[in-house]
Each structure stands twice: as C-alpha cells, then as structure tokens.
C-alpha cells in the first residue's frame, strides 16, 4: 500500500498548478488544458464504521473519464455479545479492517457555469481484508485472560465499487465533494458516505 500511496502523491506535482509561475502565465496555461484532473482526499463513515479516501480523476470537458479510489477502512462486527467486554480494557468494538483499491469508468454532468457536477463513478475493485471472528477463550477467567479471543483471517478477492458524487469547484484550483458509494464482494459488503476535498485541475479553461 506505499508504493499506491506514494504514486498517488507524486501525481500531485503534476496536477497541482506551479507556484513559481506568474499569475498571467498560470492562467493562460489552464485555458489550454482541455481536462479536470484532481487529487481528492478526505473520509467518512460506512455501513458500521469509517474509512478514509484517496482518490483521483481525470475527466474531459464533456465529463468522460476514469477515476482511481484507495478506501481504507473498518467495519464493525454485528451482534457482539455484551459479555465480550468484561475484562481487562477492552472497550471499543470488534472491527474487521480493509484496503480496497478500484478502477472506475466515470461520466460528470455539470452545469453552464461549471460550478456544479453531478457524478456517476463504476469500476472493478480488489479488496484486502483482515475479518475477525469471536471464539471463547478456553483459559478465561484465568488472570488477564478475556472470555473471547479475536481471530483475525486475511482475505481477498474481486468486487464492484459504485459511486454517486457531486462536485463543488469553488475555485479552478480547489473544491470539495460528497459520494455516496457502495463496494460489492463476497468478503465483506459495506456503503458508505464520504466527504473529500479535491486539489487540481478542478475546472477546466474555458
């Protein structure tokens, strides 16, 4: 995951417009660029948990495009005893943890101004995810033994990823989104609701 990281971040020095230039050239330079190409980053929360995204898009001016998104994340288990938590210190919730990285087709629609885009986004996703189970511990209540030990087992595989976004360009430069999206598999189902700030080419020239 830090070689997806750090390719994501690299982009940004291509994307993100050069300070050192003058004001003049830097806006005469954009109203040649004939595409929106942003950085997004920000999270949110998910079917029984939160997650983080980063993401990047790259659209033309008619909003055909591709979008690449790395979600990690956790996911609550269901129905915890309530026994599980005597013992010593342990108070926050049984999750599994994921990554899951997608590759999307993405189709924008935008209004005359520009300064508002409704998105769809789809694509295959693989999925890494450590799914933990609950099984009683056959040592408790020996001391500093709790009554579950958690079992953690690696999984991946295959899913779809799904997205309904709408974008907010404040700026050519800067803007923000929200995304209602869902991923698919036979792992560990989960939709979310994100909220990102986007950094890039947010709008393109005219």
């Given at each position: 995951?830090?070689?997806?990281?750090?390719?994501?971040?690299?982009?940004?020095?291509?994307?993100?417009?050069?300070?050192?230039?003058?004001?003049?050239?830097?806006?005469?330079?954009?109203?040649?660029?004939?595409?929106?190409?942003?950085?997004?980053?920000g999270?949110?929360?998910?079917?029984?948990?939160?997650?983080?995204?980063?993401?990047?898009?790259?659209?033309?001016?008619?909003?055909?495009?591709?979008?690449?998104?790395?979600?990690?994340?956790?996911?609550?288990?269901?129905?915890?005893?309530?026994?599980?938590?005597?013992?010593?210190?342990?108070?926050?919730?049984?999750?599994?943890?994921?990554?899951?990285?997608?590759?999307?087709?993405?189709?924008?629609?935008?209004?005359?101004?520009?300064?508002?885009?409704?998105?769809?986004?789809?694509?295959?996703?693989?999925?890494?995810?450590?799914?933990?189970?609950?099984?009683?511990?056959?040592?408790?209540?020996?001391?500093?033994?709790?009554?579950y030990?958690?079992?953690?087992?690696?999984?991946?595989?295959?899913?779809?990823?799904?997205?309904?976004?709408?974008?907010?360009?404040?700026?050519?430069?800067?803007?923000?989104?929200?995304?209602?999206?869902?991923?698919?598999?036979?792992?560990?189902s989960?939709?979310?609701?994100?909220?990102?700030?986007?950094?890039?080419?947010?709008?393109?020239?005219?």
């Amino acid at each position: 995951m830090k070689r997806i990281l750090s390719f994501l971040f690299a982009l940004a020095t291509w994307i993100v417009p050069l300070k050192i230039q003058g004001q003049a050239d830097s806006l005469r330079i954009v109203k040649g660029i004939p595409v929106n190409a942003y950085l997004g980053i920000g999270g949110g929360v998910n079917t029984r948990g939160g997650n983080i995204d980063m993401s990047l898009t790259v659209t033309s001016k008619g909003g055909m495009g591709g979008s690449l998104h790395y979600i990690p994340g956790s996911i609550n288990l269901k129905d915890v005893p309530e026994d599980y938590y005597e013992g010593f210190l342990r108070f926050a919730t049984p999750a599994h943890t994921l990554q899951v990285l997608s590759v999307n087709f993405v189709k924008k629609f935008s209004n005359k101004k520009g300064t508002l885009r409704f998105g769809l986004e789809t694509g295959p996703s693989w999925g890494w995810y450590n799914i933990v189970e609950l099984r009683l511990n056959p040592y408790y209540p020996e001391p500093l033994e709790y009554k579950y030990n958690k079992i953690r087992t690696k999984k991946n595989g295959f899913g779809f990823f799904l997205a309904m976004t709408t974008d907010f360009p404040f700026t050519r430069f800067l803007g923000c989104d929200v995304s209602l999206f869902t991923n698919l598999n036979s792992i560990q189902s989960f939709v979310g609701l994100d909220f990102s700030f986007i950094l890039g080419m947010v709008r393109a020239g005219k």
